[in-house]
């Protein structure tokens, strides 16, 4: 069940909102400063690519000081928008009963697009 979810989550969105990620997360990593939020994007793009049985949690010995202080740097400068779009597109894709699966996924996806440091994919 959850092949068949990751494959129509890539036919219906998932592979573009990767892509997105990735190419976001080269654009930041033009900058030694932007490297780390690059790194964040590379790792949400992995996540978006194949979301359904894998999850974002925290790392060993997370959420640490650094952790804490670069989610708040990435809320501060705007970043927390990805985890609002992931937010309206779970609300649009639970109005019908078919695309709560995809909903909920989008749900997973703004949670960990708001707070993505000390977090692994497992």
Known sequence: ???LGNILWLLFGGLLVAVIYWLVGLLMCITIVGIPFGVQLFKL???ALWPFGHELVNGPGQPGCLSTVMN???ILLGWWEIAAIHLICGLILCITVIG???GLQHFKMALSAIFPFGKEIR
Do not use: A, D, N
């Open 72 to 74: 708040l740097l990435w």
């Open 45 to 47: 793009g992995t996540y």
């Open 100 to 102: 709560i699966p995809w």
């Open 1 to 3: 069940m959850r092949f």
